[in-house]
T-cell receptor, first 111, second 114 residues
Framework: EDQVTQSPEALRLQEGESSSLNCSYT??????LFWYRQDPGKGPEFLFT?????EEKEKERLKATLTKKESFLHITAPKPEDSATYLC????????????WGLGTSLAVNP | DGGITQSPKYLFRKEGQNVTLSCEQN?????MYWYRQDPGQGLRLIYY???????QKGDIAEGYSVSREKKESFPLTVTSAQKNPTAFYLC?????????????FGQGTRLTVV
């Protein structure tokens, strides 16, 4: 069964304390892995799509990497405004344009 | 600015009433989706449409209905048959291009049954 697991469920960091969020997946052929940021009461905001193992993408303090089993979202020197829930989803080869979602990691960055 | 607009942001409904949530996009995307988000659960797919006048049931379609008469619009009706309709509803659209696949969300509608 296709599955996406995100860890940790919650993470609290001090401002400037770098860390990584994990998204592990089991799918029958990966067509894409998506990262989103969601603020309370709002819709998810698209961050990245990764397609193949070894691929990396960066946006400001965020860097996403992909292996054959998992993806990491690295947050470098986070600021309080990076506090949000980060969602991971995968698109498998068997279901065109249907995403399988993880439960998210809730990140809090203290000043 | 291009984007996805959901309305209303908050909606209250009495038990036994049908209610329709609006979703409009001006991104020229072919595919559109409706998700439901509940605390402690991942996003669950209700319905999706890959082309005008065609749509498919997602994982939790019971008690919901949709239409796709225009490319820009994908309204969701929550019927009285939906046993637990109070939730945060999200509409999304996606496009597949030479640059890859991108999917974008609206800001959501919070439905409360009173």
């Amino acid at each position: 069964e296709d599955q996406v697991t995100q860890s940790p469920e919650a993470l609290r960091l001090q401002e400037g304390e770098s860390s990584s969020l994990n998204c592990s997946y089991t799918v029958s052929g990966l067509r894409g892995l998506f990262w989103y940021r969601q603020d309370p009461g709002k819709g998810p905001e698209f961050l990245f799509t990764l397609y193949s193992a070894g691929e990396e993408k960066e946006k400001e303090r965020l860097k996403a990497t992909l292996t054959k089993k998992e993806s990491f979202l690295h947050i470098t020197a986070p600021k309080p405004e990076d506090s949000a829930t980060y969602l991971c989803a995968v698109l498998n080869a068997g279901n065109n344009r249907k995403l399988i979602w993880g439960l998210g990691t809730s990140l809090a960055v203290n000043p | 600015d291009g984007g996805i607009t959901q309305s209303p942001k908050y909606l209250f409904r009495k038990e036994g009433q049908n209610v329709t949530l609006s979703c409009e996009q001006n991104l020229n995307h072919d595919a559109m989706y409706w998700y439901r988000q509940d605390p402690g659960q991942g996003l669950r797919l209700i319905y999706y449409s890959q082309i005008v006048n065609d749509f498919q049931k997602g994982d939790i379609a019971e008690g919901y209905s949709v239409s796709r008469e225009k490319k820009e619009s994908f309204p969701l009706t929550v019927t009285s048959a939906q046993k637990n309709p109070t939730a945060f509803y999200l509409c999304a659209s996606s496009v597949k291009s030479t640059g890859g696949i991108e999917a974008f969300f609206g800001q959501g509608t919070r439905l409360t049954v009173v």
